[in-house]
């Protein structure tokens, strides 16, 4: 995502601590802390400008959200959406998904949505697609039991990639689709990249993946 530079994103995420989760480290094995209830935990790696996890905290009240993104510049816009919705269920962390063991425990997350990730096309950038099988270990050491993955993008290499890695991984797939738009799911969200993208004419993939333990 190609965003000029923004010297003072540092300062406004500073500002926001009710919204910015300055430390999140802090808060392992017990988010209930930071959110003030123990309602079930989503989170979404690689949030962009929170236009999908902002709409998601919107409509499901009942459900506390968190979008993890890793440039500051990007994750400043996601706040200001935020302050605008004034959601309370809704917090945002500026860190490195690769580090995601540090901030959760096993069990402090119930679902993760992957959408759009970066697709790292070239071989030698494996390791970096979120659907790699470390990000899939990770992810596996924080989610609950059973708890699953759901996965949009546009992009077919990705998408076919993804599909290989986690049906390697032993992961259950399911509610695949080639043409989300056009398809019979309900309540689809979209996030600023589905949209752009969507416009453009390409097919938007999904699929919901469900850890077996
Ligand atoms: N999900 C948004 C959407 O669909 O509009 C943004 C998609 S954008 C292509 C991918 C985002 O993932 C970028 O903002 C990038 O900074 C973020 N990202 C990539 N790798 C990440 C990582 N390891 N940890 C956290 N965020 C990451």
Known sequence: MRMRHKPWAKDKLAA???????????????????????????????????????????????????????SERVIVAALDRLIEAEVTNLKLINFNAENLEDCFAKGDVDQIYLNFSDPWPKTRHEKRRLTYKTFLARYERILVDGGEIHFKTDNRSLFEYSLRSFSEYGLLLT????????????????????????????????SEVKYQN
Do not use: C
């Open 16 to 70: 926001y601590p009710q919204f910015v989760v300055g430390n999140p480290i802090e808060y392992k094995g017990n988010w209930k802390k930071a959110f003030g209830n123990d309602n079930p935990i989503h989170i979404e790696v690689g949030t962009g400008k929170g236009r999908f996890i902002t709409e998601m905290a919107k409509a499901n009240p009942s459900i506390n959200y968190i979008g993890i993104e890793l």
């Open 175 to 206: 509610n695949v689709s080639l043409d989300l738009h056009n398809s019979d799911f309900e309540g689809n969200i979209m996030t600023e990249y589905e949209e752009k993208f969507s416009k453009m004419g390409h097919p938007i993939y999904r």
